[in-house]
DNA sequence: ACCTGAACACCGTTCAAGT
DNA sequence: ACCTGAACACCGTTCAAGT
């Protein structure tokens, strides 16, 4: 009875991308191995080969998921506070915020071996994730709160500035100097918008 | 005669570190085995022993001849243009310029294996080339050309900057929009300055 | 002091076979 | 349609043995 579903489990794909999710968060992304992932949901390591490509597709799935989550979450801080330079601001503490609550997603996301070209669907929610960011630029603008520089230009220089905080902050880079990224975040947040005020 | 040095090759330490940096470029990360590593050197597998306690003293020696170069490169160009605004733009430009150039020792200077913590050398590496960037900033300050900020987070906020263009360029996200990354960083930096300013 | 070769416990992937 | 189990070619690390 305990084995009932050891044929045909319910959705085995969706345990699948939880389990390594899991398995990241608790061991680093080295330790998602096949077998470590089946073993946990009672089901051999072969198993995943029904539902992913291979062990890379599997990580695909999970950056993919990832990008998704973002995306939703700096769209809301963005249209939530009212699109201005304030909202503005809240979407950059969104994305670092994402960052830290999902550190395997994030690392798993701009790691080595997940490579966008790849996988179509990882493209498309990757760019969307970046389209969210351009939008906000201009439409600040149209209002005049920014400087009219190429946006592609000003976006990839703030995404690269929240993107480089994040990625220090998961790999423990900044707690030698006992940083509060939060504070960090704000204090770059506030530097930036000089930097791009018209 | 070919075999000669079969036995007590001559600096089989640095040899090995080079493989290594050879093999992680042309192949990528998960490529650098320690079978991959001695093959081309006419060495077993095992004889990487003798020289570092395993494969991730291997990696953290690579991170460390890593900073130890981008510490070099960066106060050549903040002291050979004459430690004014235009120099802290050059460091920034060899920061990135460092990345671009041995994106295999950043990779690794900045990975998810690499714990600066278990490696106290590399940690000094680390430390010491962030120093460099906080010396430069209160320079400036003492010089009134930058603000009166703690400069630790001013220097956490420029590092995360040209840090994030690093990674993004490194990691082939920039290319969807043919960016230059070096018209990017020259961009940012201009626009760093801005917010830096007193 | 420095390196080898066998052994061990792992790994991703393929494929014929089972339900 | 979905999953298993054996097989294959790998992997890092240990350790007794060789020079």
Redesign the interface.
């Known amino acids: 009875m305990a084995k009932k579903r050891a044929y045909h489990h319910g959705d085995l794909r969706r345990a699948l991308l939880q389990e390594a999710v899991r398995l990241i968060q608790r061991k680093?992304?080295?330790a998602l191995t096949l077998r470590a992932v089946g073993e946990p949901l009672g089901v051999s390591r072969t198993a995943l080969y029904r539902h992913f490509a291979d062990k890379s597709a599997l990580r695909a799935a999970v950056a993919s998921e990832g990008f998704r989550m973002l995306t939703l979450q700096v769209l809301e801080a963005w249209n939530g506070h009212g699109r201005n330079a304030e909202a503005f601001q809240e979407m950059g503490m969104a994305y670092v915020r994402f960052a830290m609550a999902h550190p395997s997603h994030y690392?798993v996301m701009?790691?080595?071996?997940v490579?966008?070209?790849t996988d179509p669907e990882l493209a498309r929610e990757?760019?969307a994730a970046f389209q969210a960011l351009v939008d906000a630029l201009t439409w600040q603008q149209q209002n005049g709160s920014v400087r009219p520089?190429n946006p592609?230009?000003l976006a990839?220089?703030i995404?690269?500035?929240?993107?480089?905080?994040a990625?220090?902050a998961i790999?423990?880079?900044?707690e030698?100097?006992q940083?509060d990224v939060e504070e960090?975040t704000r204090?770059?947040n506030e530097?930036?918008r000089?930097?791009?005020s018209v």
Chains 1, 2 share one sequence.
Do not use: N, P, Y
Not at 110 to 113: L, M, Q, R, S
Not at 171 to 174: G, N, Q, S, V
């Open positions: 680093g992304v080295d690392r701009f790691g080595e071996c490579e966008a070209s990757g760019a520089d592609l230009r990839q220089f995404w690269a500035t929240v993107h480089g905080i990625m220090l790999d423990r880079l900044l030698s100097q940083t960090l204090f770059a530097r930036l000089i930097a791009i």
